[in-house]
């Protein structure tokens, strides 16, 4: 892996001064692409990159395209790609597009017999790279929707795979690559270049539906522009029953409409790649966690790469794709894939939202008192997923700082809201792997949390001379027992420090402390005799300070205290309640 790093480097430096020609990057399809790699080596028309290759070598050595720096530089930006599907299995398929403008370039089906393949392919891309391009008008496919057609039945792939190999023949239109621009997102990750896509001056909708009978699937065709607005509506009937003659009818048809009506010149530039950028956006929001959303998500982030809206949705995304994986390896591998994706795109600006944090391990809070769970993991897995944990930790925490800590609250929902995102951040269990660890977030967080309930509450008269109960629910995200109990000097601390404010409602919040230390000191030197006492001396500070009684922010049962049951603790709260004031 060394030294094909080393090579590598070695090359596309000696590229940087030589004199340009195609840059070509062959991926999918590993043992195929391996074979076509060999069978290309040394064409002079163009120059070949493992660019799937080049990724695991920085993944390996943890050079990610933020961490690298100046070294991602070293690699230019490929010209075209040849992806060949699917992905995951043995290639069938041959589509290759222009990487800096979408251009879909030549789309080839592949023999079964592997050297055939080889064969075939090769011949197919030494033919397109040698290819000028010329001016044709841009079509490019908006959304293939499935209204219900039987499984069985279903060729809808087939379908538009078929109509995609008549438009890359056409002399008169160009199809617009949409659906594989996530390797162009890649590649500028990769190479730190951005080039502008074209935008497609017309898009095709279809859309698949059952006939009267199951094997019978009828297709709507609607044709947009950028905005949505639909131009041209036709219906062509049974369309799986014979798919050359379907396909190419449904293209003829899509063709004279294009060719008739011709974009205006303004939309054949690229200043309309940001209206169809906002309409795959649309679409992918719609898709939800459909098996075409990723690809729609990407076609928006390829067409306006600046956009903070669709990278902030990428980086979500990415963290979203850890929830359905189970296995430990490759949860794994899909948290350090949506971490570097985090840091490549700066996190900062998506908060106050945080990305989904999903388990690194599948284990739970409680067994976080001991680390048991870690002895029957493998070394280098324990490891990576401490690893991880720290990663994700620091990048949260570095985003948070980056934000200006607020001087003042507009309302109580800010502060609110901003409170929520410091637990989310601080104090979320799952993404400490020890207790030392969880202690020492836990720490940050409850001195974030009081800064910011300080900051509100003392930010006028009015607020500090407010009642106690409207603050229970900020209060409460400091009144976690399970993080107080790892330190307890900075909960001494923090009782000292709003006994001696002016501010009334953190006057109470000590005293809701206070109670709560002197019950648990209690419990844990077995004083059962001093309960009694604890519970009195509670309701005095209260009436003393409000005129009235506090209900506890912790309950009994919350309590779970081992000394004294529940329902004993309830029977000294109702002995010492003062009564409640009568209504005049």
């Keep these: 892996m060394k030294k094909f790093l080393a090579i590598t480097l070695l090359a596309a430096t000696a590229l940087l001064g030589a004199q340009e020609i195609p840059k070509l990057a062959i991926v999918g399809g590993q043992n195929l692409a391996d074979l076509l790699h060999a069978e290309l080596a040394g064409s002079p028309e163009f120059e070949l990159y493992e660019r799937e290759q080049v990724r695991k070598v920085l993944v390996e050595h943890r050079l990610s395209a933020l961490s690298a720096g100046a070294l991602v530089k070293l690699f230019p930006h490929v010209d075209c790609f040849a992806v060949l599907e699917p992905l995951d299995e043995t290639p069938t398929r041959l589509i290759v597009f222009d990487a800096r403008s979408g251009y879909r370039k030549a789309d080839a089906m592949l023999p079964e017999r592997l050297e055939d393949a080889v064969k075939r392919a090769a011949e197919t891309i030494r033919r397109t790279m040698k290819l000028a391009s010329r001016e044709r008008i841009t079509i490019g496919f908006s959304s293939l929707r499935d209204s219900g057609v039987p499984v069985r039945f279903n060729k809808i792939n087939d379908f538009a795979a078929a109509f995609e190999q008549l438009a890359g023949k056409d002399e008169a239109v160009i199809l617009l690559e949409r659906a594989r621009l996530g390797y162009v997102v890649g590649e500028r990750a990769l190479s ?15 859309e698949f539906t059952p006939g009267p009978r199951p094997e019978i699937v009828h297709c709507t065709v609607r044709i947009t522009n950028s905005e949505g607005a639909v131009l041209s509506k036709q219906e062509f009937k049974d369309v799986f029953s014979d798919l050359p003659q379907s396909s190419g009818e449904v293209f003829r048809a899509v063709k004279q409409y294009t060719v008739q009506s011709p974009a205006p010149v303004e939309v054949r530039g690229y200043s309309n790649s940001v209206e169809e950028a906002a309409r795959f956006f649309a679409e992918f ?10 690809a729609k998500l990407m076609a928006a982030r390829a067409l306006a790469p600046q956009n903070r809206e669709y990278i902030n949705a990428e980086i979500f995304l990415k963290f979203g794709k850890i929830s359905r994986i189970r296995k430990s390896p490759e949860r794994l591998a899909a948290w350090r894939e949506a971490l570097d994706c985090a840091k490549r795109l700066d996190l900062a600006p998506s908060l106050p939202a945080v990305p989904s944090t ?48 607020p001087k003042h609250f507009s309302d109580y929902w800010a502060l609110y809201y901003h409170m929520q995102l410091i637990q989310s951040i601080y104090g979320n269990p799952i993404l400490h792997l020890s207790q030392e660890s969880y202690r020492k977030s836990s720490a940050v967080e409850i001195e974030l949390l009081f800064d910011a309930i300080e900051t509100y509450i003392n930010a006028s008269p009015e607020t500090r001379s407010q009642d106690f109960n409207l603050y229970e629910g900020v209060f409460r995200y400091l009144n976690n027992d399970n993080r107080w109990k790892f330190d307890q000097e900075s909960f001494l601390r923090y009782i000292e420090r709003a006994e001696r404010s002016p501010a009334l409602p953190l006057q109470s919040l000590a005293i809701q402390w206070r109670f709560l230390k002197e019950l648990r000191e209690a419990d844990d030197d077995d004083r059962t005799e001093d309960f009694d006492g604890i519970v009195k001396n509670y309701y005095a500070r209260c009436m003393a300070l409000y005129g009235k009684h506090l209900q506890p922010l912790s309950s009994p049962r919350y309590l779970k205290l081992k000394t004294i049951s529940d329902r004993e603790l309830g029977q000294l709260f109702q002995k010492h309640r003062p009564p409640p004031e009568k209504k005049r």
Excluded: C, H, M, V
């Design 192 to 206: 730190e270049t951005a080039f502008p896509l074209a935008p497609s001056a017309k898009l095709i909708r279809l």
């Design 358 to 405: 999903e388990i690194i391990y599948d284990y739970r809070w409680y067994e976080l008192n001991s680390n048991e769970w870690r002895k029957s993991l493998p070394s280098g897995e324990r490891e990576e997923a401490e690893k991880i944990a720290s990663e994700y930790r620091t990048l949260l925490d570095e985003a948070f700082r980056k934000k200006d800590r």
């Design 285 to 294: 929001k719609a898709a939800g966690n459909g098996k075409d959303a990723e």
